[in-house]
């Protein structure tokens, strides 16, 4: 899968996450928005979808989509949807 299309599945899953909740916020981990709970994938690409995914949500966050606390352990506490960004 190209580079943009994996951008594009995180920030589906992410904003799937976060819609039906809005405007709560909510904690996650990379393992949450890659699908990677319970999988059986090996350590390397385990390592490179979470990798894809902090640049996704860094990204996102950058240009003002979501908020978030960004910690350096993969995990992303009280991340919510911008409201000018919310499409209902």
Avoid: C
Avoid at 25 to 40: E, F, G, R
Avoid at 67 to 85: A, P, Q, V, Y
């Amino acid at each position: 899968m190209s580079n943009i299309n994996e951008f594009y599945e995180y920030s589906g899953r992410l904003f799937a996450l976060l819609y039906n909740i809005f405007p709560q916020p909510k904690s996650l981990h990379v393992y949450h928005i890659a699908d990677l709970i319970d999988t059986k994938e090996t350590a390397e690409i385990i390592k490179t979808k979470s990798e894809k995914v902090v640049y996704t949500v860094k990204w996102l966050y950058k240009y003002g989509y979501i908020s978030l606390d960004i910690t350096h352990t993969g995990s992303f506490n009280d991340i919510f949807l911008r409201k000018k960004h919310y499409i209902s």
